[in-house]
């Protein structure tokens, strides 16, 4: 009851995934990114600590195949779990266990990687590919895009309840980490979000990195 999708951007080199379901908090579960190594997905019966597991395989030099592989051997309940891995040269990988509830889907693009399960159709992947790689602009724009033409494509079986956004970039810590953990048209209400952080992102980092060199950048706040 889940679909995202996982990138990179040719020109900056950012990594990042979006994500959507009809369950609650999908931010807190599903996504997982670490700059310069790659960008995770745990899906379908969710195991929070897989997504550690796949950047850590990742991080020992580990191929985005080899990484998931590793994993899903490894993992006592495979059967139920879908996961999904792109490596920080855009390379992608992914796994279904026998128990996914179909429509099951693991799609890659150029520099993408579309994973879905309980979809309603078959074009849903495809659509979250396609919009990914004809809408022009930021990492988090084109995500968000890809999210939007898989739900226009008929989604998943369920209502969609929560939605997230995360990217990395060369910090440490994630350049856009944004969360819809409930609402009732959650996709578009991360994209509000995404809105107006936008102009905020490269200036929280710096402010983070080199608070004397980074100034007041476009508003006051000193959170």
Known sequence: MTFSLLARCPSSAQLGVAVTTSDIAVGARVPHAAAGVGVAVTQHRTDPRLGPRLLAQLRAGASARGAVD???????????????????????????????????????????????????????????????????????????????????????????????????????????DLRVDDGEMPLAALASLWRAYEPHAEFIVARALDPDAAGHGPSSTTT
């Open 70 to 176: 590793a994993v899903a051997h490894a993992t006592e309940h495979r059967a139920w779990r879908q996961l999904g891995v792109l490596d920080a040269s855009g390379a992608s990988a992914a796994f279904s266990g026998e128990l996914v509830t179909a429509h099951v889907a693991a799609l890659a693009g150029e520099g993408c990687l579309a994973l879905g399960n309980m979809l309603v159709a078959e074009g849903v992947a495809p659509a979250i590919v396609a919009a990914f790689a004809t809408m022009p602009g930021a990492l988090a724009a084109r995500l968000l895009a890809g999210l939007a033409a898989g739900e226009q494509a008929g989604g998943e079986s369920g209502r969609l309840r929560s939605a997230a956004l995360l990217i990395v970039d060369t910090a440490e810590f994630p350049l856009v």
